[in-house]
């Protein structure tokens, strides 16, 4: 286990902080790019794509944003420590899975990371708490821009920036907001909701991205296409539809407030209860109780704890994280017990 | 509502003292006693049940046991204080239906009390805290003696004390502890225990005796025949039994201590964490809740508590209990909050 630093360090997003971010978690872009010198990683030979990294490496350790980075090679690290990055959504599962010859590039509180040799050469992220895809849009830019005065883009005139899979071709952006809907889904209003936003051409994922599902009431939701638009009208699409999404969440939160709010409180306290007082707690139901608990804190009711404590327990009880503050591998029952343990620590 | 002055004192066995007093709540014995002078009541008229009532009255105000009792007609009373009555044991549910002609007379701290034309003329109840059924013989053959000085009772030197029912008839003595067995309940071995003091010629009923369900792993056990055996027979019988269950239950906590102390100690550390922070609770919830805190505090696993206040708890979270604290008249709705409302309050 390599990445102690990362543990004490917070990322930024967890802070809580930016517009809305009672709602929205986090406003994430990535963006994948490919250079001409190399093949894409599927078809590059070891060599080539350890001579890819050496490029990489050079190229983002010049960049501002990027100064005080860790760059680590995937196969340097160990089966735990890839679990934490995915924990921490720095790589992907896939990511995590090609062992020689792939890398990451964390930058200071994880705003900036970029993956290497995934399926592009590239996979850039730029991540900031609350509501803010524009912003995220000009650091990403920025650090684009930059990569591309250093390097050169496998880019086409039509087509746009060109990608292994051809579903990134075009911009090769994906934009993704991360929600906390806990009151939808009370409602029983939350599949409505997110029909609609499938219809109008999004994807709904759980906390893990594709493939996972929904727990602890939050999710991520993002775009699907990325070609025959530029960046700005794809963000302008989800930016109106997530701003819709808010609303109705913070309408759901008002009605709750004024028509169920004793159930609200017995819910809250419920849950505040059992994280303060559980000696068994396994991952799903630690991330249930702490979501009903951060509608507590967003609606008032809770004043004790802040939402920032909320979001760091959510990352620090996931199984990886577990493992790396006990500094030891725990197995599933041993997990479910320090996790409660970390979790009544750091609520009392 | 005119029975305050019990609301604000404690009956003796709420102090959760007295041997094995981590298992057996309360011993009880109770006696069945007619005096010659009136028919069985159910065959009497209003005139000479009331009449009853003043030989009666006057009877018992001459005992030392009974100074400073309460003496209450039942048609004096509300429903909410017949209930009450019930939910502190004080009165059967049989007694609360008849209004007119009947009464009860109830001592200081409740030790004793006395229905008054319920089947019989009079029910005498003696209750102590904890496993000391010897005691409570003591005190009901004294009260029994002491009274029988003053009225005739019907006696036949073949069958014994005469009664309305002739389930009661002999001895007229019904023997009953209440026990808590929340380990053999988890243990799953509560009905092979149970079943076996079934087939010994014990009855094991719930909480409010008679054709209720147990809750709270709360558990009523009692003999049948009060024919053909002296007082001393019948409690040696019940005695024996309840020693063993005792044992029984004993090991079982000692075994959950050993092999599954971290399951215990979340068991009770949720159900204390529900206890002081819900806001709506209803008794149902409530007492298995204080069942499972009853076992955390007898098991040393929780230490700010003292049994005493849960055994309070147990009491005053009653329905009728909870109104009369609220002073006025709840719905089961608010019912169900004042009840958390009151537990919070009384366990921080």
Known sequence: MQLHILLNKTSEWVQ????DAEIVLTSRIRMARNIVDFPFPNRASLEQKEKMLDVAEKALSSLDAMQGSLFFRLNDIDAIDKQFLIERHLISKEHAVVQKGSAVSISDQEIYSVMLNEEDHFRMQVVKPG???DEVLDLINDLDDRLES??????HPQWGYLTACPTNIGTGMRA???LHLPALVLAKQINQVLQAVVKLGLAVRGLYGEGTEAIGNLFQISN???LGKNEADILDNIKKIIKQIVGHEK???QYLLKSQKKQVMDSVGRAYGVLKNAHILNSREAIELLSTLRLGVDLGI???IERMQINELMILTQPAHLQKVAGKELDHTERDIVRSELIRERLT
Chains 1, 2 share one sequence.
Do not use: I
């Open 16 to 19: 809580g902080t930016g517009p």
């Open 131 to 133: 509501f803010q895809l």
């Open 150 to 155: 250093k390097l050169q883009y496998a880019f």
């Open 176 to 178: 993704s907001v991360m």
């Open 224 to 226: 699907q296409s990325t």
């Open 251 to 253: 309408n759901a939160r």
């Open 302 to 304: 809770v004043t004790d």
